[in-house]
């Protein structure tokens, strides 16, 4: 089936500073990808959609410009968290949708766990 | 708005016990509902799906029913095995409504031999 990748799988970071994950689809195009986070014992809540090719559209209550989607190709959205603080210690994962079988699926990346010192 | 509500876990069973995971959901308006299940160091799967009331979703002896009169979508297995042990997540989508999913909070199960 189709895979979604996600890097780096854990990064460990001092607080001030930015960090970048990379999600990508391996065999699909997806003009559409998701971010979640993911707090401990608790389930996924979406952050934002990134379009390929424009904005992405971010869920309230999350801060666009803490958290900078670019979706620059088909097959790569990035996600920085910017002046990463120890509140931002989190499991994130990206979701790309396939519209390219007979019906569309999302498919989930592994997950990047991010600990901000 | 709409929602997803799952029986909080740790479920924990025997090899070949019986396993029922509750969802119920509320949406305003006529969900597609999914089973996900993230094994550890994983990203989620796709476990099952159905989109219309009285639908089945059935996949690896895993099965759940869309029942619209109970907003329900139960997961059920007859025999689990140790591999099934992971995190089941229960999410609703509303077609046309920006396809995003909801999930609810999660529910581990963890199977002794």
């Known amino acids: 089936g189709a895979v979604v990748s996600q890097h780096p799988s854990r990064v460990i970071c001092k607080s001030g500073t930015s960090v970048k994950i990379e999600c990508r689809s391996l065999d699909f195009q997806a003009t559409t990808m998701f971010w979640y986070r993911q707090f401990p014992k608790q389930s996924l809540m979406l952050m934002a959609t990134?379009?390929?090719?424009?904005?992405?559209?971010?869920e309230q209550g999350v801060e666009k410009d803490k958290f900078l989607i670019n979706h620059a190709s088909l097959t790569l959205s990035t996600l920085t968290v910017t002046s990463a603080h120890p509140e931002d210690s989190s499991f994130y994962i990206c979701?790309?949708?396939?519209?390219?079988?007979?019906?569309?699926?999302?498919?989930f990346g592994p997950g990047t766990r991010l600990l901000v010192l | 708005g709409d929602s997803v509500t799952q029986m909080e876990g740790p479920v924990t069973l025997s090899e070949e016990a019986f396993l029922t995971i509750n969802c119920t959901y509320t949406a305003t308006g006529y969900p597609s509902l999914f089973w996900y299940v993230q094994y550890p160091g994983e990203g989620l799967q796709l476990l099952l799906k159905a989109t219309k009331a009285d639908d089945k979703g059935s996949n690896k002896g895993f099965e759940a029913t869309y029942r619209k009169e109970t907003t329900s979508f139960h997961l059920e297995k007859g025999s689990v095995q140790v591999s099934d042990s992971a995190v089941y997540f229960c999410a609703l989508r509303i077609p046309n409504a920006g396809n995003m999913l909801t999930f609810g909070g999660g529910t581990r199960l963890m199977v002794k031999p």
């Open positions: 990134s379009n390929e090719g424009s904005k992405a559209t971010y």
């Open positions: 979701s790309a949708r396939d519209y390219s079988g007979l019906q569309e699926t999302q498919y």
